[in-house]
């Protein structure tokens, strides 16, 4: 025991905030071992840690299933709720618009967001909520022993289940069509991208989606199931390699950079996402080429990762609001309170 100690002495590396990467983690895990979203949690930490972000400056939102046990595994020192399954929406848009000064992380998954949630997923979407919207997807319902989430690829054979027979729900192409302004997606499997997505995510200004692939090593593990790891490296289609710029840091663009397009996005907060093209010259910023683009990878079978959609012009909930600097929920009886000058004022223009 006493050889797996720190030094006596040793320093505890920091980050800007004075936080260590501990101060940023949470309970251990409870779900299944090599469940994708234990390395979502990880890559929330680290992003969290690298961002120099005060926990107790975080809510955390969850509503039911395997996904919505996540944020015990990261944050604990965030407020967090935990709802009922597909509710996590309104119960963060009322937390939200209650105290502006705080940053929100919801996380929710396939079953808790495209079926019963889905009326609430997308009116978050066009109010434009400031918070960022995890959704991770395996195509089944984990924690009532794997039925056919609406996620699942038509034709998927699940044990005791039979075989889907309905088409899929695109989270992505629903988060674009209900006009969320941050649309993403990506892969549990790739660490390094869902951190870089991630860190843009809670650097946008408004409702930021990130669709991730997030295998079930249990109930929808089968090497051709389109939310397994195998599937999910072999036909893994990246637009483009993504790297977040704080706004405190000058902008370098690495040397081992492969040749190709590079196109800098500005942030609201005044950091930067570079986007280096592989393929092809992947504009971010046009709804149109984003849903050509879902359409396609959907006929051909792949699994497009990266940022998909950015819209940095439309303001958040918030913003659309004559709200006072200090947070509804600080606010005093008396500051809340009308006078009776006030009330009269108001009833006088009844009549």
């Given amino acids: 025991m006493a050889e797996n100690l720190p030094m006596a002495g040793a320093s505890v590396q920091v980050n800007l905030a004075g936080l260590s990467k501990n101060d940023y983690r949470g309970l251990p895990s409870t779900l299944c071992q090599g469940c994708g979203h234990n390395s ?3 890559q929330i930490v680290t992003a969290a840690y690298e961002m120099n972000i005060v926990p107790e400056n975080v809510l955390k939102f969850s509503g039911i299933g395997c996904s919505s046990k996540s944020p015990t595994y990261f944050l604990s020192r965030s407020f967090g709720f935990n709802g009922l399954h597909g509710r996590m929406p309104s119960i963060a848009t009322g937390a939200l618009f209650g105290d502006v000064s705080l940053k929100g992380i919801g996380v929710s998954g396939d079953g808790d967001s495209a ?8 009116h978050m979407m066009r109010r434009n909520v400031d918070m960022v919207y995890i959704v991770e997807n395996n195509g089944v319902y984990g924690l009532t022993k794997g039925q056919f989430s609406a996620t699942a690829e038509v034709g998927l054979s699940l044990k005791k289940q039979g075989i889907n027979q309905y088409m899929p729900i695109d989270i992505c192409m629903e988060a674009i069509a209900s006009n969320a302004t941050f649309v993403a997606r990506s892969f549990a499997g790739d660490p390094k991208q869902v951190k870089e997505l991630l860190k843009a995510a809670i650097a946008h200004k408004g409702i930021a989606v ?29 637009l483009h390699e993504i790297s977040f710029i704080p706004a405190r840091d000058e902008i370098i663009i690495p040397d081992d950079f492969e040749a190709g397009t590079v196109r800098e996005v ?6 930067s996402i570079v986007l280096k093209k592989l393929e092809q010259d992947y504009d971010p910023t046009s709804k149109f080429q984003a849903l050509h683009k879902l359409e396609e990878a959907q006929q051909n079978n792949w699994l497009i990762t990266g940022l998909i959609y950015l819209d940095t012009k439309k303001p958040a909930l918030n913003e659309k609001y ?4 200090t947070p509804l929920n600080r606010l005093t ?19």
């Fill in 40 to 42: 979502i949690a990880n």
């Fill in 115 to 122: 079926s019963i949630g889905m009326g609430q997923f997308k």
């Fill in 210 to 238: 990130l669709d991730i692939i997030s295998p079930c090593v249990t109930f929808n593990n089968q090497d051709n199931a389109y939310h397994s790891y195998t599937w999910g490296k072999d036909h893994e289609a990246p």
């Fill in 266 to 271: 500005e942030m609201h907060d005044g950091s």
């Fill in 322 to 325: 004559n709200l006072t600097d």
């Fill in 333 to 351: 009886e008396k500051e809340l309170r009308p006078g009776p000058e006030t009330i009269k004022q108001i009833n006088d223009m009844m009549f």
